[in-house]
């Protein structure tokens, strides 16, 4: 650890995550570290119970301790940066800790940023008002649409260069299982803001099978197509397998001003599977309508409908568009993509 401390003349971050174990995250052996630039090290905050729910729950003054650890290290370490991920425990209390302490270094960088809209409710409105100062300390919020850093940046009233738009990032493994043979069916897969009953309504009276893996209890109550057949809450590993096989996937989302859906939308690309998708703000900075995939209105029936006929009923278009997706993964959507375009948009 005294050699990793050393003082190199290249910029230095850490990265702190809330984990059960100090396994370093999936995408850690995929970057090419030495060719980033910058010193990356990881720095796990260990709870035996993971993540804690909230300030009540076991474990939270424990991993507020670690945060204060970790920071205490960045700062006597000598680190240029201490990266967080989205808008969890870790991310708010570096932050409040900086923000009370009047500290801006390390510079705090939070990856993958979002947080739910903010409505009319009370608690909201709180809410995001204690947001606004907690984070007014941070240094950059990576974000995963355009149209999402706009939002952040006018609802925190912060200047939008502090929410730079940063590709997302799939497993390179996943190339490898492109070009296996397809068979009849389409595949919808997530459980944050999907739109199912949309796609209930447009897979309903055509002649093959649309199959949903979702969350537990969340089409309770649906009137099911006899052509849809549900599944719930697979593991990863399993789904992977069940998309290889698929004709194409079908990502019916809600419009929202948040990123959702890339998760499920790279891997499909990745495998060289056509994506039918919802033009909202998580889409439409990564699909081209015809050329990469096939973008519909929100909530419109009619126009799902006919596009699931089509990339079901054209094997070519299907070929096309899952290749060209795939190379597009290949050229901007890996770890060390993303890794580059991290360092460039916060140095």
Request: include cysteine.
């Amino acid at each position: 650890m005294t050699r990793a401390l050393q003082r190199t003349s290249r910029p230095r971050s850490l990265l702190v995550e809330i984990k059960r174990n100090s396994d370093r995250p999936w995408w850690w052996n995929h970057l090419d570290r030495d060719a980033l630039g910058c010193e990356l090290i990881h720095h796990p905050v260990v709870l035996e119970q993971g993540r804690p729910a909230g300030p009540l729950a076991p474990g939270f003054l424990e991993m507020c301790l670690g945060c204060w650890r970790a920071l205490r290290l960045a700062r006597s370490g000598g680190f240029d940066y201490i990266y967080t991920v989205e808008s969890d425990w870790t991310t708010i209390v570096i932050a409040g800790l900086q923000t009370l302490l009047l500290q801006r270094n390390p510079r705090h960088v939070v990856l993958q940023f979002i947080m739910r809209e903010r409505t009319s409710a009370l608690i909201s409105r709180l809410k995001y008002a204690f947001m606004r100062w907690c984070f007014s300390s941070v240094h950059a919020f990576t974000c995963s649409s355009r149209a999402e850093a706009r939002y952040y940046a006018e609802t925190f009233g912060l200047p939008p260069h502090r929410f730079p738009f940063v590709t997302l990032h799939t497993d390179p493994r996943l190339l490898a299982l492109a070009g296996r043979s397809e068979e009849p069916f389409l595949l919808a897969a997530g459980r944050t803001l999907r739109d199912y009953p949309t796609l209930l309504e447009a897979a309903r009276g055509l002649d093959f099978e649309v199959v949903i893996v979702a969350g537990r209890g969340s089409l309770d109550g649906r009137d099911i197509p006899p052509n849809v057949r549900l599944m719930y809450e697979m593991p990863l590993p399993d789904l992977l397998e069940l998309m290889s096989r698929c004709m194409a996937v079908v990502l019916p989302l809600e419009d929202r001003r948040i990123s959702i859906g890339q998760s499920v939308l790279f891997q499909a690309m990745a495998m060289g599977k056509p994506v039918v998708t919802t033009r909202v703000a998580g889409t439409e900075d990564y699909v081209e309508h015809g050329r990469t995939g096939l973008l519909v209105p929100p909530a419109d029936v009619a126009a799902l409908r006919d596009a699931l006929r089509q990339v079901a009923s054209d094997p070519d278009l299907r070929r096309k568009l899952g290749a060209a997706g795939r190379g597009q993964v290949q050229r901007h959507h890996l770890p060390d993509h993303y890794a580059r375009e991290v360092i460039r948009a916060v140095s």
